[in-house]
């Protein structure tokens, strides 16, 4: 059983930088591709970025694409969304997701089924 943990999300103005990070317990990380979602209140949850088991693979929807960075320590079972130059459509609860696979590179990341989930941590951008 694998336990996420998001945190670093809260109140930041349009063009500023926030962090968050999903930290992981219970079992070795490293075996473990994990991606970040968001849904803002009325919409749809919408898959984000994707990090491989090793960190060696990264995807990012379009929305993000230039803006967000994802990155992992397993030392530290520790998965981090870097989000730069926010704006306010980036308003959301943000949450991380983890698939065990040590051979997942992140294809359909978006509408796979993941094997656990994070309550969540609430971004709001304001104008």
């Known amino acids: 059983e694998v336990q996420l943990v998001e945190s670093g999300g809260g109140l930041v103005q349009a063009g500023g930088s926030l962090r968050l990070s999903c930290v992981a317990s219970?079992?070795?990380?490293?075996?473990?591709?994990v991606s970040w979602f968001r849904q803002a209140p009325g919409k749809e949850r919408e898959g984000i970025s994707c990090?491989?088991?090793?960190?060696?693979?990264?995807v990012y929807a379009e929305s993000v694409k230039g803006r967000f960075t994802v990155s992992r320590d397993n030392a530290k079972n520790t998965v981090y969304l870097q989000m730069d130059s926010l704006k306010s459509e980036d308003t959301a609860v943000y949450s991380c997701a983890a698939v065990g696979a040590p051979d997942y590179y992140c294809a359909g990341y978006g509408i796979i089924r993941y094997d656990y989930w994070g309550q969540g941590t609430q971004v709001t951008v304001s104008s």
């Open positions: 219970g079992s070795t990380f490293d075996h473990y591709g």
């Open positions: 990090i491989s088991n090793e960190g060696s693979k990264t």
